[in-house]
Antibody, heavy 119, light 110 residues
Framework: QVQLQESGPGLVKPSETLSLTCTVS????????WGWIRQPPGKGLEWIGY???????SYNPSLKGRVTISVDTSQNQFSLRLYSVTAADTAVYSC?????????????WGRGTLVAVSS | QTVVTQEPSFSVSPGGTVTLTCALS?????????PSWYQQTPGQAPRTLIY???TRSSGVPGRFSGSILGNKAALTITGAQADDESDYYC??????????FGTGTKVTVL
């Protein structure tokens, strides 16, 4: 059973870069698709983007080029960087795996980590 | 910008039936949008209920079913139970590697 664990700073200052890592255990990061999702307090889920194990990516157009997702297969990890953050980026950030059999939905999720943007 | 809209809330009696829907601002939802549905209780990670419109994930009770109703994706709970009280989200494959979650529906069982 694959497990995902998010890690990174819980507090980021406005205009700085949010950086999170998702560590995959109990399975290999290859050859699957992996995603990042966020949920602002009291609000709904927002798809941020995905990465394939070979580095191919896709991002939510609403994030307007502020996001980069990368993968490190040697460490069984993938990462999220969100640039020029504002208070509106305060959210629980979760990583997830797309289903190996049908990579159009998520089948495994991390518990999520709260990142607050504040000075 | 693509918006995926769900009903904000529903109330259902124990044993009753409720149908949640998932609409796409740019047009009709079809099987090609690979609708999936997730259940989320406060403080917990989402749980996958349905994928590819109508396939139940492993371990999901048969009272949950998915379909296309008219121009929307739909999740039906038949014989609702108290522990079905949760938030429910749909996810659509919108186009060319882009996905979007719905706005979410809060289901109350009482």
């Amino acid at each position: 059973q694959v497990q995902l664990q998010e890690s990174g700073p819980g507090l980021v200052k406005p205009s700085e870069t949010l950086s999170l890592t998702c560590t995959v255990s109990g399975g290999s990061i290859t050859p699957y698709y992996w995603g990042w999702i966020r949920q602002p307090p009291g609000k709904g889920l927002e798809w941020i983007g995905y990465i394939f194990y070979n580095g191919a990516t896709s991002y939510n157009p609403s994030l307007k080029g502020r996001v980069t997702i990368s993968v490190d297969t040697s460490q069984n990890q993938f990462s999220l960087r969100l640039y020029s953050v504002t208070a509106a980026d305060t959210a629980v950030y979760s990583c997830a795996r797309y289903s190996p059999d049908n990579p159009k939905h998520f089948d495994s999720w991390g518990r999520g980590t709260l990142v607050a943007v504040s000075s | 910008q693509t918006v995926v809209t769900q009903e904000p809330s529903f109330s259902v009696s124990p044993g009753g039936t409720v149908t949640l829907t998932c609409a796409l601002s740019s047009g009709s939802v079809t099987n090609g949008h690979y609708p999936s549905w997730y259940q989320q209780t406060p403080g917990q990670a989402p749980r996958t209920l349905i994928y590819s419109t109508n396939t139940r994930s492993s371990g999901v009770p048969g009272r949950f079913s998915g379909s296309i109703l008219g121009n929307k994706a739909a999740l039906t709970i038949t014989g609702a139970q108290a522990d079905d009280e949760s938030d429910y989200y749909c996810l659509l494959y919108v186009r060319s590697g882009i996905y979007a979650f719905g706005t979410g529906t809060k289901v109350t069982v009482l």
